[in-house]
């Protein structure tokens, strides 16, 4: 009996102690790792929205080194079970309890519907100046790459929707309704809250098991765009703000994109190789140096870069380097904000000058400044200078802008007859060439007078095209002309004057151009082809040019190749394969009477064909289970000369494991003439078997297309076995009459 409650009270007293010990450990991390601040003598904060890996890596070194800057005073969390109430006038999107939600979709809800809550989490004094977030790693296995525009609000892990997050795919400025709310992209709440520095920290990568390569690698396309082009994009469109910084802390854990096994994986030496994708101890702690502690760590020159201005602008309009802005623009806005709160004199001054204005012993917010008296197309420079009245810091932007660009047309030139031409035909047409710098269609007015050097009579007006028939005119006879050129924005540009005499005598205009070549209709013509036709005069003493018209699948050319040749020939460019062209000539006498033939038209060649073919066998024998081997085979393009093949591996054997090298290939022409592949296969794990299979391969452009590689592979026979035959053979040779019937078994 004695012993029973010895026993119980021994189990007792190890239990008690296990129970304190256990409660001793729980008390102590929360006192030194749970989200309650520790209060420091300023008033910088910095609040870490994350899940269990940034818990972990909290737990393992970074807590220990973010309280260790001397710019962070406090450092709060928001973690699972974190309740924040909603900004004023917003909704709860994330209830119950928004700290349970840090999926790339959350994130537009958190800093439209919390951002005033996550700035004052936690804080004793102050508030958080610098917000870090980041989503777990289940947010690395991206299933798509999606379509634009993308949906933010979606949990489709798409990179589209993870850029709607952060961008407006029509750009700044531009927002979404969701549940009849009107939601900001990222980049606007930032650019709104230019005292806090938002560090985005890119979810982990998963382990080998735990996802694919190709949902993998979107992962790595997703932070590389958001690293590099979106944020240089963000700081373009608010220069010098930088308040946003990208730790991407999946490339700092994951394996490279060109790893041979496992590209974008959790790294082996972080834990990659398990089933668990939260980076190991080791991860957490080099992690923390490279965010915090090393010389020149991340945090501290995001934080350098963050504080290099005392007075901070932005948000001008118009924005930065703004094009077609309005001429009836009539004011210029900017922010100005000192981060401590004091006033600042501040001056806005233009050049050219269209206005200036200026504040004294002025506050945070918006300046203005009236202009007036805007050009057309002109380049405005505005120069915001504001100096502190306290620390006497300052803070100095230059913007500029472009009013839109309404230039008037290019004057009308190339006239057709020549200026100062004589000997003109009677039937002539005017023509002329005139372009507009901003593109703009155009229109035109037509003066023509006999005798007078300063044409006023107008025969034509607002007239589109860019030839004019007079009639028949009289012979001998001197005629000026000239063009007024319109856009359609009301701008003008008048042409010089122009004369010409007509003939003494009468001309006959040239022949009409014949016999094309190609001829009228046909097909399979070379993209090499020259075009070439008959022309001439009637009158053999006349010279004639030729304008060439060509266009692809538009019955109505009329856009000109050649002008003004003398050759009944023209080379064209490369043509494109199978495409119709249509072409016409206008035959033109010095003496400006001009025909045009008729339209003609062909069809180019058809693109050549490539065809794949290939060759080899893969025979293995006597090979060990789970043995590697290797093989080669011979892909060739035998298709039509200049043909381009794309090949790819399609089926393979279902037994092993196979490698190719390569496994797909683009533009193998003809003259490339035969590549090697090389197959690794590690063989099956099962013994005297033999093993047969194809590989396949096909033309990635016609699938039908493909062809075959048979392969055998044998695993060896029990050794045992053959080992006792030869001993029979061995007593069969030397004594042939013992046991005659054995033979007959061995």
Request: aromatic share 14%.
């Amino acid at each position: 009996m004695k012993r029973k409650e010895s026993f119980k009270f021994a189990l007792f007293k190890k239990c008690s102690i296990v129970i304190f010990i256990t409660l001793f450990i729980s008390i102590y991390n929360m006192i030194i790792y749970s989200p309650v601040a520790i209060t420091r003598n300023n008033e910088d904060d910095l609040v870490f929205i994350h899940h269990s890996c940034g818990q972990n890596w909290l737990t393992n070194s970074l807590h220990e080194a973010l309280l260790a800057k001397d710019y962070i005073d406090e450092r709060n969390d928001i973690y699972y079970n974190t309740d924040i109430s909603p900004d004023t006038g917003r909704p709860d999107s994330l209830a119950p309890e928004p700290g349970d939600f840090t999926n790339m979709n959350h994130w537009i809800l958190w800093f439209n519907d919390y951002i005033e809550g996550v700035k004052n989490h936690g804080c004793d004094n102050g508030f958080n100046q610098i917000i870090m977030f980041k989503s777990c790693y289940p947010i690395s296995n991206i299933v798509s790459n999606g379509s634009e525009p993308g949906d933010p609000f979606s949990s489709t892990q798409t990179i589209v929707n993870y850029k709607a997050v952060y961008r407006h795919p029509d750009g700044p400025g531009n927002y979404y309704i969701h549940n009849e709310y009107i939601y900001w992209p990222l980049e606007d709440i930032f650019a709104d809250n230019p005292d806090i520095l938002f560090i985005s920290v890119t979810a982990p990568p998963l382990c080998y098991s735990c996802t694919n390569d190709e949902n993998a690698h979107r992962a790595r396309v997703f932070n590389n765009w958001l690293k590099s082009q979106w944020l240089n994009d963000y700081n373009d469109d608010n220069s010098g703000l930088n308040n946003v910084a990208v730790y991407d802390w999946f490339n700092f854990l994951a394996n490279p994109d060109d790893h041979p096994t496992y590209p974008n994986r959790l790294k082996e030496e972080y834990g990659g190789s398990t089933s668990d994708s939260h980076p190991n101890v080791l991860a957490n702690q080099e992690s923390t140096e490279d965010f915090a502690t090393n010389q020149n760590n991340f945090i501290d020159t995001k934080w350098n870069e963050f504080n290099n201005d005392s007075i901070i602008i932005l948000n001008p309009y118009p924005p930065d380097e703004a094009i077609d802005i309005s001429i009836d623009i009539s004011e210029l806005n900017i922010t100005i904000n000192d981060p401590e709160g004091d006033s600042f004199n501040w001056t806005i001054e233009t050049s050219p000058d269209i206005g200036s204005s200026f504040g004294i012993d002025d506050g945070n917010g918006t300046k203005s400044c009236s202009v007036s008296n805007v050009d057309f197309n002109t380049t405005y420079t505005w120069f915001i200078n504001a100096t502190d009245n306290g620390s006497g810091s300052t803070g100095y932007r230059i913007y500029t802008f472009t009013t839109e660009n309404n230039n008037p047309p290019n004057p009308p030139s190339d006239p057709y007859p020549n200026d100062g031409a004589i000997d003109v035909d009677i039937n002539a047409d005017l023509s002329w060439y005139c372009s507009d710098p901003d593109g703009d269609d155009l229109t035109y007015d037509v003066y023509f007078e006999a005798g007078d050097t300063s044409p006023d009579e107008i025969v034509s007006n607002n007239q589109s095209e860019n030839t004019y028939d007079p009639g028949e005119m009289e012979y001998d006879t001197h005629y000026y002309w000239k063009i007024v050129a319109w856009d359609d924005g009301g701008m003008s540009s008048e042409g010089p004057i122009w004369d010409f005499i007509t003939t003494s005598i009468p001309n006959n205009p040239p022949y009409q151009p014949s016999e094309p070549n190609p001829e009228n209709g046909s097909t399979n013509i070379s993209v090499d082809q020259y075009l070439s036709w008959v022309g001439g005069d009637p009158d053999i003493d006349d010279t004639v040019v030729y304008d060439v018209f060509l266009e692809a699948n538009d019955p109505t050319p009329d856009n000109k190749v050649a002008d003004d040749i003398l050759e009944t020939e023209y080379s064209p460019e490369t043509l494109d394969f199978e495409t119709i062209y249509y072409w016409r000539i206008i035959a033109k006498d010095n003496h400006g009477a001009s025909v045009w033939g008729p339209v003609w038209h062909f069809t180019t060649e058809p693109n050549p064909k490539p065809f794949l073919s290939c060759e080899g066998t893969l025979f293995w024998d006597d090979i060990k289970p789970g043995e590697t081997v290797d093989g080669y085979f011979i892909i060739e393009n035998v298709g039509e000369q200049g043909s381009v093949l794309d090949w790819q591996i399609h089926e393979r054997p279902s037994w092993g494991t196979w490698f190719f090298e390569p496994e797909s290939g683009i533009n193998l022409t003809p003259e490339d003439g035969e590549i090697s592949v090389k197959v690794v296969c590690q063989a099956p794990a099962d013994r005297m078997t033999k093993f047969n299979g194809e590989i396949t391969i096909i033309n990635q452009e016609n699938l039908s297309n493909s062809c075959t590689i048979n392969i055998e592979l044998k695993t060896p026979f029990y050794k045992p076995f053959r080992f006792m035959t030869l001993i029979y053979q061995w007593i069969f040779n030397h004594f042939p009459n013992v046991l005659p019937i054995l033979r007959y078994i061995f």
